[in-house]
């Protein structure tokens, strides 16, 4: 494919990442996290000869980057976003396969179908990035998750009851976060780590959580925007955990 022909596919896309295809074509991702600065905030091991599983991959853009940090296998999976009634397709992830040449492979399941059977096996890593907050039982998909890692799961995630020191999950029955009702919790570090032990990991370690300073800005502009409290917006921020098994 030429790059005025990639281009133009580009073009036709929704995408949510901001994927490098070469040759100056950047795609057009509307993820306000933006693809790039959120790997920073990753914190990802030397993935060298290991096995990758990035579940709710969508445009693909985590798993790509794994196989480009040398993974000996990466398995992208999604199911909401890859064309059963979400926000996007999975045409973003099928054309930047092609043009990176990319060995991802793929499978459609959902988060709460995943285990050892239905994916032929686990993996050494895990990526779990922006999913958490979109399901309705938490700790049964962090189970889900801890059945098909051998080493490592990343989470990703939204967080809430930032106040409170005992673990504490928001619940979301509508809207209430960002006017999507799809999103339907938000732990606490406290929440997190309990539920990622529960679920059989050893040791959780926090690698990133949004700056005060962030927080603050981000709730400015909800209240802005849609009145939203200033105390309730103030504890809610994004953080990323380590779990180890
Ligand atoms: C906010 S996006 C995050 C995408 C990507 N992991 C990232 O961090 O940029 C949430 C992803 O989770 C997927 N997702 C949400 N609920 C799901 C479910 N029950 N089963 C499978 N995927 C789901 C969506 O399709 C979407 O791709």
Redesign the pocket.
């Known amino acids: 494919m030429s790059p005025q022909e990639l281009r133009a596919e580009v073009a036709r896309i929704p995408w949510?990442?901001h994927i490098n295809l070469g040759n100056g074509i950047v795609t057009p991702g509307r993820?306000h996290?933006k693809?790039v600065p959120?790997l920073d905030r990753l914190a990802l091991p030397d993935l060298t000869g290991k096995t990758v599983l990035?579940?709710?991959?969508?445009d693909g853009?985590?798993s790509f980057e794994a196989e480009r940090r040398g993974a000996s296998r990466v398995l992208a999976?999604?199911?909401?976003?890859?064309d059963h009634g979400?926000w996007?397709t999975k045409a973003g992830f099928e054309l930047a396969r092609r043009a990176l040449d990319s060995k991802v492979e793929d499978m459609d399941?959902?988060?709460?179908d995943i285990s050892k059977e239905a994916l032929g096996g686990s993996f050494d890593v895990v990526?779990f990035?922006?999913?958490l907050y979109?399901?309705r039982h938490p700790l049964l998909a962090l189970e889900r998750m801890a059945e098909v890692t051998d080493e490592l799961l990343i989470v990703?995630t939204h967080a809430d009851m930032l106040f409170t020191k005992r673990p504490a999950i928001a619940f979301y029955e509508t809207t209430e976060l960002n006017g999507d009702e799809?999103n339907w919790c938000g732990p606490n570090l406290a929440a997190l780590e309990g539920m990622l032990r529960a679920a059989g990991f050893k040791r959780v370690e926090l690698v990133w959580n949004r700056p005060f300073y962030l927080r603050a800005a981000r709730a400015l502009r909800q209240r802005l925007k849609t009145g939203a409290p200033l105390l309730s917006s103030l504890q809610q921020g994004r953080m990323t955990v380590h779990a180890w098994k």
Do not use: N, P, Q, R
């Open positions: 949510w990442h993820d996290e693809s959120k990035d579940v709710g991959a969508w853009f985590f999976t999604d199911y909401f976003c890859w979400g996007g399941i959902d988060v709460m990526f990035l922006g999913v979109h399901l990703e799809t």
